[in-house]
């Protein structure tokens, strides 16, 4: 009898100890860690259920969408979004990993910024929930409002700034003259509607009931989500500051002479097979005449294609014109036809040994031969500018990638550590986060 309750007890004992390990140590388990910063299962899997419904209503958005543009002529114009949204959501685990990759990403940018001296505050943070809920509703803050009517004014006084006068055609004596044509009625300027302090209590309501169902997430930490995304913006704003604006830059033309290998030609064979006796072989029959093949280019040697630079490069000195000799000679199909123009270039744009050349050439110099991967090179240089602006999509690349690199050399610099997620673990906060 006693050996029976004894065994009970240590029954009930373990089933306790595994109830605690699924429902307390588990979902506390830390799956990555930030130096001194965890990211807890329990945290991954709210973050994957919010990140889950996002890209479901977003999926929903593009559905209705393509139903209503679709011409039903051709693929979709919303099909690759589609492909993308559907393909995350039928593969949890990898969405799973993102949004833990996210999560460290987020844990880096806070202790990046911190160092950086930049900040968010309350205000901030609600001013861009405000902005959610009045998207939401259809509406604007009052900023949003301000900002949207201010455009408008400025863009209507741009307009107005380039409307031409009509010229007034004589009428001559005698004459009929045209009936005026009406002016059509303008088109009435949709109504803003801004947000009031009541819409957005009953829209912050509304979210708290979505967070509470969809992630079992509070409105504070939906705050804190905010908040560094906040945190991002500005710490890119910052880095993009520090970027150069402009630069040296040198606007050349180049005649290329390329080397040409000449590609073997493969003999074709034919084995005639034997007929079998008493059998004649059948009648030709006419053929389609046999299209003419693109001329291939002549061969070229190294030695040949130098002789051919070196002697344009004298005759370019003796006065040719540049631009008829690169549209003539040129192996550049991208400059070819142009003259050679190669436009304003930067420093890191061109193969080392060509901007070398280019850089190091005064305004209407001719280099000598410049030997590249792509043959030799015959540059000549029309202008220079020590601080040219950037091209602005060349900038915003130039300012993205080193937001990018910033914070890979974070993280380089940083203990960041990862431990395999758990099937089980994710049942278990899956479990918990049902009840």
């Known amino acids: ?128 929930l405000r902005s959610q809920v009045a998207r939401g509703r259809g509406a604007l803050t009052e900023p949003e409002a301000t900002a949207t009517a201010q455009a408008q004014v400025e863009a209507t006084a741009t307009a107005a700034s380039w409307t031409p006068t009509p010229t007034p055609t004589p009428n001559p004596e005698g004459a009929e003259t045209e009936e005026p044509t009406p002016t059509p009625t303008p088109t009435p300027t949709p ?31 939906y705050r804190r989500i905010i908040e560094v995304r906040l945190l991002e913006e500005k710490l890119r704003e910052q880095v993009a500051q520090e970027v150069p604006t402009t630069e040296e830059q040198v606007h050349a033309r180049h005649i290329l002479i390329a080397i040409r290998t000449p590609a073997p030609t493969p003999t074709p064979t034919f084995t005639p097979t034997p007929l079998p006796e008493g059998v004649q072989p059948p009648t030709p029959t006419p053929q389609e005449p046999t299209p003419t093949p693109t001329p291939t280019l002549e061969p070229r040697t190294e030695e040949e294609a130098l002789a051919l630079a070196k002697e344009l490069v004298e005759r370019l000195r003796a006065g040719e014109d540049f631009a008829e000799l690169a549209r003539e000679y040129s192996d550049d199909p991208g400059s070819k036809e142009s003259g050679g123009d190669l436009g304003w270039f930067g420093r890191g744009r061109m193969v080392p040994e060509f901007e070398e050349a280019a850089f190091s050439l005064e305004p209407g110099e001719i280099s000598d031969p410049v030997k590249t991967m792509f043959g030799y090179h015959i540059i000549q240089v029309l202008e220079k500018d020590p601080s040219r602006p950037v091209d602005p999509l060349e900038l915003e690349r130039r300012r993205d990638e080193a937001y990018r690199n910033l914070l890979a050399e974070q993280k380089a610099a940083m203990d960041i550590q990862r431990w395999p997620l758990d099937a089980d673990c994710t049942l278990c906060c899956l479990d918990l986060l049902s009840r």
């Open 191 to 221: 109504t803003i509607h801004i947000l009031t302090d009541a819409e957005y209590q009953e829209g912050l309501q509304n979210m708290v009931t979505t967070l509470a169902q969809v992630a079992d997430m509070s409105l504070d930490e």
């Open 1 to 128: 009898m006693i050996f029976t309750g004894v065994v009970i007890a240590i029954t009930l004992v373990l089933i306790l100890v595994g109830a605690a390990n699924d429902y307390l140590c588990k979902p506390r388990l830390p799956l990555a860690r930030v130096g001194n910063a965890a990211i807890h299962a329990y945290d991954l899997e709210r973050r994957f259920r919010l990140q889950k419904n996002s890209l479901e209503r977003q999926l929903e958005q593009y559905r209705m969408l393509d139903a209503q543009f679709s011409t039903g002529q051709g693929p979709s114009i919303f099909a690759s979004q589609i492909n993308q949204i559907q393909a995350l959501l039928s593969n949890p685990e990898t969405l799973r990993r993102q949004v833990l990759d996210q999560m460290i990403d987020e844990e880096v940018i806070r202790q990046l910024a911190a160092q950086r001296g930049i900040s968010v505050s309350p205000e901030e943070v609600e001013a861009d």
